[in-house]
């Protein structure tokens, strides 16, 4: 039980050094949310159910993600901004091998 | 005109709660929302997915939540207007506000109850630049009057139900039916997949897939789109209609012009004590609300609709004398003339 370095960068540009809990059943849409790295109303709309890609990153640094699921995989599909790196925040759960992990938010809506 | 006490703003779970703790303080209850069921988010959201904090049910799915606050509500009779959005409002004396929507349709009330949630759900957009050169002129969002497209050759755009639903439908009524797709895969009812599947076998939908519509062409109305498929050289399919359909993306929207204060996209209401805004006798309750220690929650909503619900009752008659009931005890009476209440205690001598 540790905590994971990850850089965020935010839609203005700006790089932040957080620091996030693997022991509270977290994912980076909520890590980004807590941070506050985006304004409300515009990061995890749909309330984490992969059915908005209000939270999609661009993943700069993969020190070693899960693989993505359908439901991840069918949004992204849909979702504008899309790149080969995109991923769905909510769905990136909290976990050690997240550490050094370097993300930067994808532009909304 | 539509008259009412309470004008709530919003279908989701928070705005029908408050039409059953309006019902037992005798104020009638009208609801404005934009889609056209109601339930807000869990009816148009995740209606099939559990919840799985509403005090007393273990696990709820949304839909099922829903239907069991209109079941909780109908004997207080509410009004509906639905598939319409409220644009402004004006205080039109000291008792009554109006309120009209996009269509016209005028609402007169005592109270303005704002409950709505993320806010109006609007269609996500493509990005074009001349995008709103052609709205409403083959650019259209929703298929409202399906015979509009009649003979017509339409064009959709999108990978979920409402692409391939209105797909299946529209290649009945419509010349040619063209579905364009980023992916080869669809994300929906399986059964929809498959009749889309048979029609595509049959001639009568034209699949793309992989591919991306790219633009739009026509001199004063869609005549045609640009479409790129992975790997391939982009060109033109001529077209009387574009139908993208993205799904629905939440925006404050008129609301946001009302003069209410606004924070981080949530309308600021005076600290827990009754929900008003900065606007004498207009209220914002559940997800749109928002105040120190603020949760989103569906219980909080409840818990916010109830004093909201009680504030409005002194405001409409002030000075009357009022005390909390427990529904136990006195039970509930509908405007319908039903009543509800719980069977009386046996007084019986036992031997």
């Known amino acids: 039980m540790s905590d994971v370095n990850i850089k965020i960068t935010d839609r203005e540009g700006v790089t932040h050094d957080v620091v996030a809990p693997t022991d509270m059943s977290m994912n980076l849409m909520e890590i980004i949310r807590s941070y506050e790295l985006a304004e409300e109303g515009t990061i995890g709309v749909c309330g984490g159910m992969a059915m908005c890609a209000s939270c999609q990153v661009y993943v700069i640094n993969d020190p070693g993600l899960e693989p993505m699921g359908d439901e991840e995989d069918a949004m992204l599909a849909e979702a504008f901004h899309v790149k080969n790196n995109s991923r769905l925040g909510c769905q990136l759960h909290i976990a050690d091998a997240m550490e050094g992990l370097e993300v930067e938010i994808a532009p909304y809506p | 005109m539509i008259t009412t006490d309470i004008l709530i703003i919003g279908a989701g779970p928070t705005g029908l709660f408050a039409v059953f703790e309006a019902g037992l303080l005798k104020m009638k209850c009208h609801i404005i929302d934009a889609l056209p069921q109601p339930g807000g988010q869990l009816a148009e959201l995740y209606p099939k997915k559990p919840i799985f904090d509403i005090p007393g049910y273990p696990s709820v799915n949304a839909g099922e939540l829903v239907d069991n ?24 004396d000291d008792e009554w506000f109006e309120v009209i929507t996009n269509k016209g349709t005028v609402h007169r009330c005592k109270a303005i109850a704002i409950a709505g949630g993320l806010g109006t759900f609007e269609p996500r957009k493509p990005t074009f630049e001349n995008l709103a050169d052609y709205e409403e002129k083959g650019l259209e969002y929703f298929v409202k009057e399906p015979e509009h497209f009649r003979n017509k050759k339409v064009v959709i755009a999108g990978g979920g139900d409402s692409a391939l639903d209105w797909s299946v439908f529209l290649s009945n009524v419509a010349s040619e039916v063209t579905l364009i797709h980023r992916r080869n895969e669809f994300r929906g009812a399986l059964d929809s997949v498959e009749k889309v599947q048979d029609l595509k076998n049959q001639g009568k939908i034209k699949l793309i897939t992989p591919a991306e519509v790219t633009g739009i062409k026509g001199d004063g109305k869609v005549e045609a789109i640009t479409v790129e498929v992975e790997g391939q050289e982009a060109y033109d399919i001529e077209t009387d209609y574009f139908i993208p359909l993205f799904g629905l ?13 606004i924070e981080k996209n949530a309308i600021v209401v005076n600290n827990a004590l009754d929900y008003q805004t900065n606007i004498d006798g207009i209220y914002a309750i559940g997800d749109i609300n928002t105040y120190p220690g603020k949760l989103k929650l569906i219980l909080c909503g409840f818990h916010e609709a109830t004093l909201m619900c009680q504030s409005v009752y002194n405001r409409l008659n002030p000075g009357k004398k009022f005390v909390l009931k427990y529904t136990t005890v006195s039970g ?20």
């Open chain 2, 332 to 351: 509930v009476d509908g405007f319908d003339g039903s009543r509800k209440e719980a069977e009386k205690a046996v007084v019986k001598k036992i031997d």
């Open chain 2, 69 to 92: 606050l209109m079941e909780q509500i109908k004997q207080f009779q509410p009004g509906f207007t639905l598939g319409e959005t409220a644009v402004s409002y004006t205080k039109v």
């Open chain 2, 249 to 261: 993306t939440p925006k404050l929207g008129e609301i946001g012009n009302w003069g209410l204060n």
